[in-house]
Every structure is written in C-alpha cells, then in structure tokens.
C-alpha cells in the first residue's frame, strides 16, 4: 500500500569491550596453547547481549578469528 506520511524509527548501535582480560597459557608445547581466558564485563553492560571472543596474532587484531560460538552473558571465562 501507499503511504502519504513517511514515517521514521531511531537506530541506535554500539559495542562494549570487557574490562581486564587475560590469558595464561599453561600447555607447555611452543606450538600449541592452553588456559583460560579471563574478563571482567564491560562498565556498562545493559546492551550486551553476547560476548565473542577472538584471538590474534597482534593486539591490534592482525590474523584475528573467532574461537568459540558466542558466549552467553554471566560468563567470564573460557577454556582454551
């Protein structure tokens, strides 16, 4: 149907990040790793509705990829 009137509707997106994550890698293999990481949610985490957690070969995220089905929220650790 045709409408006369346009109608409108506000978006809203953001991301958070976790506070004070951590991994200690506790195989001893050079080639493999193992642990877990470790976080603290985000200061404000009303709109977090998963956590996804990626490793990298940098801190800036150079080679990332994602190690595990998303996280549900309550969750601050991983086995890796």
Do not use: C
């Amino acid at each position: 149907f045709e409408q006369t009137t346009p109608a409108f509707l506000e978006v809203s997106d953001s991301a958070s990040s976790v506070q004070l994550q951590e991994f200690v890698d506790k195989d001893l293999d050079a080639t493999q790793i193992g642990g877990y990481v470790t976080w603290e949610p985000p200061a404000d985490s009303v709109e977090v509705t998963k956590y996804i957690v990626y490793r990298s070969w940098t801190p800036q995220g150079m080679g990332r990829s994602k190690l595990f089905n998303d996280v549900v929220i309550g969750t601050h650790e991983v086995p890796v």
